[in-house]
């Protein structure tokens, strides 16, 4: 036996998928106009924008779901955004707070401070 033959059980699907809609420009335009003020449909609404755009009301169903998904993903990505600006804020005012410091500012080296590190660490063992 073929090893294949664990698929040959399997229920065939009952009818073919609905190939993608291409909405056209219009529609679109005509969809997002309404999803400015209304995020939600009542079914009057939904077939007077089914029948005024030639489309189904399972299409506008769908088009208003996949539309309430996109912007909750947008709004996601903007929080992770701001926060990321804030973070980033925060670092960058720590560091202009530390080059004010002239203390911390460094000066620079002589070689002989070089060659007096370099015995430092060779009499600790680090070198």
Known sequence: KS???IFSNRPQPKK????RTAFTNHQIFELEKRFLYQKYLSPADRDEIAASLGLSNAQVITWFQNR?????RDIEELKK???SVKVFSAHKSFLENVNDLSILK???????D????????A????G
């Open 81 to 83: 955004d701001f926060d």
């Open 3 to 5: 090893h294949l033959d």
């Open 68 to 72: 309430r998904a996109k912007q909750k």
């Open 16 to 19: 073919k998928r609905k190939s």
């Open 114 to 121: 070089m060659v007096g590190l370099a015995a430092a660490a």
């Open 106 to 112: 460094k000066k620079p080296m002589h070689e002989s």
């Open 123 to 126: 009499a600790a063992g680090m």
